[in-house]
């Protein structure tokens, strides 16, 4: 009797413990993952108001609109990262026409391969698209726009190496090969030569000729980096800086775009960002209206600044 209650005793944790391990095996591979996900959506807002106001001003309200979706991969040997940001902005003073403040569609995605896991520099192909939604205009001139959509847009292919640090908030890719080229699709712009493609040819009565090129294609060096730090309790800064020369067309002239935000977290939904960024490039020319005759006339390149400040509510999921 003893034996046979021995022997029931030993069968039940028998199959109790291969149930728990089949469990287990069935549990692991969903509860593990390499990917991680992180998406923002926040809609940072300015108002002023003025009544009675002995010192002037007029009344305005803007807002931007901004969504930057990440989705990341990675073990031990591969990274594969992506996101995508758009950024849509508004302003409307009183007794002025509704203006656009922010204009961007981006995609980001780079995949690197590392032999040794211990290593932090991985062999990387990288790819940048980034246009606009809207079209653009040198207010107060609003009948003859200055960029549009898909005029111009930018994309990058490179291979190169990327140095990442998770614990520094650093990357640094550089890329010896990379492919840049220029679209502008909207012809009247073309025919300009706007963002440096070939423009159109006219005969000396000013009849067309050869429309202007759509598209330039360049390849040179593309250097990046990226830092990202919280400087104080709730504020987080981001560091973002590229660098690209072409080999076929003045090497060594650079095109630089150089972002700076603080984000200032004041509780779970509502956030303040700080924000600049610099942009250089030589084949976008400056245009101006200098006979005030509503015709633009285009000048050299000049050195682009923004800047924002405000404070809006984000969403993180």
């Known amino acids: 009797m003893k034996f046979k209650l021995l022997f029931v005793f030993f069968l039940i944790i028998t199959i109790s413990k291969a149930t728990i391990l089949n469990d ?43 969504i930057h979706l990440i989705k990341n991969y990675k073990d031990s040997h591969l990274a594969w990262s992506n996101e995508l940001k758009s950024n849509y902005g508004l302003n409307k003073e009183e007794d002025r026409e509704l203006r656009k403040t922010e204009d961007l569609f981006e995609v980001n995605s780079t995949f690197g391969y590392r032999k040794n896991r211990k290593s932090n520099w991985y062999y990387s192909a990288k790819l940048n698209f980034k246009t606009q939604y809207s079209n653009g205009y040198k207010y107060p001139n609003t009948d003859k726009p200055i960029s549009k959509l898909f005029s111009p847009a930018y994309l990058f292919v490179g291979v190169g190496s990327e140095y990442t640090s998770k614990e520094n908030g650093f990357k640094l890719y550089l890329s010896p090969i990379t492919n840049k080229t220029t679209f502008v ?130 969403y993180i999921f």
């Open 24 to 66: 287990s095996i069935a549990i692991k591979p969903d509860s593990i993952s390499n990917w991680t996900t992180k998406n923002k959506i926040g809609l940072i807002f300015t108002q002023n108001s003025f009544v009675n106001w002995n010192s002037g001003g007029n009344n305005s309200l803007s807002g931007i609109l901004k």
């Open 185 to 314: 699709l909207n012809q009247s712009l073309a025919n300009e030569g706007s963002f440096g493609v070939k423009p159109a040819i006219y005969d000396n009565s000013g009849e067309l000729i050869t429309e202007g090129e759509n598209v330039k294609m360049e390849f040179g060096t593309l250097v990046s980096g990226e830092w990202a730090a919280n400087v104080m309790t709730n504020i987080k800064m981001e560091n973002k800086l590229s660098l690209y020369s072409d080999y076929l067309n003045n090497y060594g002239n650079v095109d630089v775009n150089w972002e700076l935000n603080f984000d200032l977290t004041i509780n779970k939904y509502v956030t303040a960002n700080v924000g600049s960024q610099l942009l250089f490039d030589d084949d976008v020319k400056h245009k101006e209206d200098l006979n005030n005759d509503g015709e633009l006339d285009v000048l050299g390149a000049k050195i682009q600044i923004k800047q924002l400040l405000g404070v809006g509510f984000l």
